[in-house]
């Protein structure tokens, strides 16, 4: 079950609490693979990096005050360059959305970028706990990397 609390401020949108799968407020992002069961294979780190090391998850803030919204970590404002996700100082800060279901995991929110929303890694494998953070890129479907879906789980 989604939890939800809604706020009756100025922007009247609603934010996302402890273990929400909708991107708001506070959350780590993590990757879920692309075929069911949809497996967690980790999270993302504050460069914007995919790890399987859980003490190298980042906490993300989404503010979202409609459809569109802005990721930042402690690193700074997350983007997209050069199809690549990254999160730093001096970043522009990216304009992401939500991937429309039924092409995306079912009953959880998964990140989009303009019309992008699946990911691949460099490597065909996926990455364990002891493996250096890789960098993911929007895939073209041309990519022979490990596709994954970006998803939020709020702290």
Known sequence: MVSFKYLLGLAG??????????????????????????TDLGCLTSAGQWTA?????????????????????????????GANFTCGAGNTPGQFGIWPWPNSPPKIESLRWG?????????????????????LRYTSYWDSGYYVWLTWKGV
């Open 13 to 38: 949108v609603a934010a996302a609490t402890v273990n929400s799968t909708v991107f708001g407020g506070q959350g780590q992002i993590r990757t879920l693979w692309n075929s069911a069961p949809y």
């Open 53 to 81: 090391n859980p003490s190298l998850c980042a906490v993300f803030t989404a503010v979202r005050p409609g459809s569109i919204f802005t990721l930042t970590t402690s690193a700074g404002p997350c983007e997209i360059s």
């Open 115 to 135: 019309q992008y929303g699946l990911m691949s890694t460099p490597s065909p494998n996926p990455i364990s706990a002891s493996d250096a953070a890789v960098t």
